[in-house]
Nanobody, 124 residues
């Protein structure tokens, strides 16, 4: 059973920053590719960023490239999403995801395990 627990969401003004965290088990942190997705009200869930289990490969959606950074600290069993220059259109529930196939392209399309999500609201 893979458990993913997100934290760090909140309300921020446009142009501000937030860092999301996703805590998981040691086994997941050391062997699974991890990713962040988001879902805005009335929209489908969309891919945001992914990272391989070593942290050596990352992959981003075009809409967040240059503003968001995904990273992982396997010793702390945690994956992060640093979000800078936030825009109102970044408002969404952000979900952490994990997949044992350890391929950032694969997880960007289909992840096996999901967290419960954390709300991010960006005011204009």
């Amino acid at each position: 059973q893979v458990q993913l627990v997100e934290s760090g969401g909140g309300l921020v003004q446009a142009g501000g920053s937030l860092r999301l965290s996703c805590a998981t088990s040691r086994r997941t942190a050391s062997t699974y590719a991890m990713a962040w997705f988001r879902q805005a009200p009335g929209k489908e869930r969309e891919f945001v960023a992914a990272i391989s289990w070593t942290g050596g490969t990352t992959y981003y959606a075009e809409s967040v490239k240059g503003r968001f950074t995904i990273s992982r600290e396997n010793a702390k069993n945690t994956v992060y999403l640093q979000m800078n220059s936030l825009k109102p259109e970044d408002t969404a529930v952000y979900y952490c995801a994990a997949d044992g196939r350890n391929n950032v392209q694969v997880i960007s399309r289909q992840a096996a395990y999901w967290g419960q999500g954390t709300q991010v609201t960006v005011s204009s």
